[in-house]
């Protein structure tokens, strides 16, 4: 059944569902909805994403949206499909859910308020408040102390191979080592070499080539 | 009665902590509640970061296996536990199952922060002696009422968030709603949408939720 994708180039979310169909070795047809005209906020759009909110995503009759939701579901259905994403064993499977969490309620916000200031802005001829800069870059250490801790101890996020728990990061990490905050990454050893290992992958290289 | 292996740590007051205990409940699972005293900073001690490494609640244990972030401890709960209490809290078949992470998803990303920051402004602060952020109040409900009008939308024409029955999409809001619309003076938010307002009497009325709620004014 055909794939669709909804999306815009340059959004981190639409990159993030990009970033597991192309791990995945999955074929699909990317749309391209348009921000700069109010595409995504259009009644077509919204019946897709009622938050009007990119990506949204299309297999047959199933209609999705939120990146998240996205590379779960693929990660499940293709689960014996290009790279493993998940680890079947429960107990890990345990471990990795709670990596996945992390990623969502701790690195998601402080990141993402970043990518905003530090890229997106300037995309929009907007001026970086450098006080929120400030703030979430603090709140980011303390989320960045904890996986150089992890990350000591484990070789990804989520275990010992990569999976959804560090794929989830690249498209906010890929933008933030474009700016001032790489130096946040490069101060912790091991996460620094996780992040380049992660943003290296010729999946990922494809996805934001392609 | 043997003691039961699964442990939460944390005060059932914490909306994280409320969020795993309303998922044992649902299912059935014997637990043991391990107090962990905030006043005192027993969750920024050693032996506490060791289980849950940002210094937070709940924390989690089930025999020989450790986890933090309640909405993962939930899915392991859920998973470990098939055929006990509630069944399909996240869904039995693959379609099912995606419709209710994306809700959660939803949940997560889009409802959970400005509800979280309105609980913590509304209920907490004054009972934490701090002082209350106008506008940090005034912003995070603007955020949360265009949340609550997709809400409304998707409620008219299904049941629960995912579908027709409840699953952790809709769980996973207790915690929050339960705050702003029992111990806040915004509670109209929720009641005055007509869906959601059903919505919420719903899934607040569970037996499981209810018993949840004891625990938080015992």
């Not at chain 1, 579901?73 to 499977?93: C, E, F, N, R, V």
């Not at chain 2, 809400?151 to 049941?159: D, P, Q």
Request: glycine share 4%; aromatic share 10%; with cysteine.
């Amino acid at each position: 059944m055909a794939i669709k994708l909804y999306g815009a180039p340059a959004s981190n979310a639409t990159l993030r569902a990009k970033a597991c169909l192309a791990e995945k070795g999955i074929e699909y047809e990317f749309v391209h909805v348009d921000m700069s005209k109010q595409e995504h906020k259009s009644p077509e759009f919204l019946s897709r994403n009622p938050f009007g909110q990119v990506p949204a995503f299309e297999e047959g009759d199933l209609k999705l949206f939120e990146s998240r939701a996205i590379t779960q579901y693929l990660a499940h259905t293709y689960a014996d499909k290009g790279s493993d994403l998940i680890i079947k064993d429960p107990k890990k499977m345990a471990i990795l859910a709670v990596w996945i969490e992390v990623e969502s309620q701790k690195f998601e916000p402080a990141s993402s308020k970043l990518v905003w200031e530090l890229v997106y802005k300037a995309m929009f001829g907007m001026t970086t408040d450098e006080a929120v800069v400030e703030g979430n870059e603090k709140k980011l250490e303390q989320v960045l102390d904890v996986y150089e801790s992890r990350l000591s101890q484990s070789k990804y996020l989520g275990g010992e191979s990569f999976t959804l728990a560090d794929l989830h990061h690249l498209p906010n990490m890929k933008y933030l080592v474009g700016t001032k905050t790489k130096r946040l990454f490069d101060a912790r050893p091991h996460v620094s070499a996780w992040a380049a290992d992660i943003l290296s992958r010729p999946a990922w290289v494809k996805a934001t080539t392609a | 009665m043997a003691t039961p292996p699964v442990k939460v740590y944390g005060p059932a007051l914490s909306t994280a902590v409320s969020r795993v205990l309303v998922c044992l409940l649902e299912k059935d699972v014997p637990f043991q509640l391990v107090p962990v005293s905030m006043a005192k900073l027993e969750h920024k001690k050693p032996d506490y970061i060791k289980m849950q490494p940002f210094g937070q609640v709940p924390a989690f244990q089930d025999e020989d296996i450790t986890l933090f972030e309640s909405r993962a401890i939930c899915r392991y709960i859920a998973e470990k536990y098939p055929n006990k209490g509630t069944a399909g809290l996240f869904g039995t078949n693959p379609l099912v199952k995606a419709s209710i992470d994306q809700w959660l998803e939803a949940e997560s990303q889009s409802f959970n922060p400005p509800s979280s920051v309105l609980t913590f402004q509304l209920v907490f602060a004054s009972r934490m002696k701090l002082k209350q952020d106008e506008a940090l109040i005034k912003q995070n409900e603007a955020k949360l009422v265009k949340v609550l009008d997709v809400y409304e939308n998707r409620l008219e024409s299904s049941r629960y968030l995912a579908g027709d029955e409840f699953t952790f999409a809709d769980l996973s809001h207790l915690p929050n709603t339960q705050y702003l619309v029992d111990k806040t003076d915004r509670a109209e938010l929720f009641t005055s949408r007509k869906n959601v307002s059903r919505w919420w009497s719903e899934i607040s009325t569970r037996t499981a939720w209810k018993k949840v709620v004891e625990m938080q004014n015992a």
